[in-house]
């Protein structure tokens, strides 16, 4: 039997709508490439020597928040995004500036719609809810 796209049934996964476990490696080193490229936004991370693992933590979480595999809650636990983050002064600005770089490497892999949208609308909503600082 084949699946009747107007059958109401829930669509994929977005992990699986944009391509796995290739699709979030690629956008989370062309992040990184972005915030080491901006010494500006690279001074907002406190340990520069580790970004490898910066860009490990940031691509099994979107991984496991889009649907893909759990492997970021087996490491790490809950997310805890705002407890993560808490220690780290985020104000507007760095606000903006990581949200330009994520966004910047979204149009670089060139994302279709409506994929594009929910990749951007979660990131400006998630960098939002990280502002602790005026």
């Known amino acids: 039997?084949?699946?009747?796209?107007g059958s109401g049934a829930p669509p994929a996964p977005l992990y699986e709508r944009v391509g796995g476990h290739d699709f979030f490696e690629r956008l989370v080193d062309e992040f990184y490439d972005r915030v080491?490229?901006?010494a500006e936004l690279l001074s907002h991370y406190p340990d520069v020597d580790d970004l490898q693992g910066a860009r490990d933590r940031l691509?099994?979480?979107l991984e496991q928040f889009w649907g893909?595999?759990?492997t970021?809650?087996?490491q790490r636990g809950h997310p805890r995004l705002r407890m993560r983050h808490a220690p780290y002064r985020i104000d507007v600005t760095a606000r903006n500036q990581w949200l330009a770089a994520m966004a910047g490497a979204i149009d670089v892999l060139e994302v279709a719609e409506p994929e594009r949208g929910e990749l951007?609308?979660?990131f400006a909503s998630a960098?939002?809810?990280l502002v602790n600082a005026r």
């Open 68 to 70: 893909g595999p759990t």
């Open 1 to 5: 039997m084949s699946l009747d796209i």
């Open 127 to 129: 960098a939002d809810h």
């Open 59 to 61: 691509r099994m979480f």
């Open 120 to 122: 951007i609308a979660y």
């Open 72 to 74: 970021y809650a087996e």
């Open 36 to 38: 080491e490229a901006d």
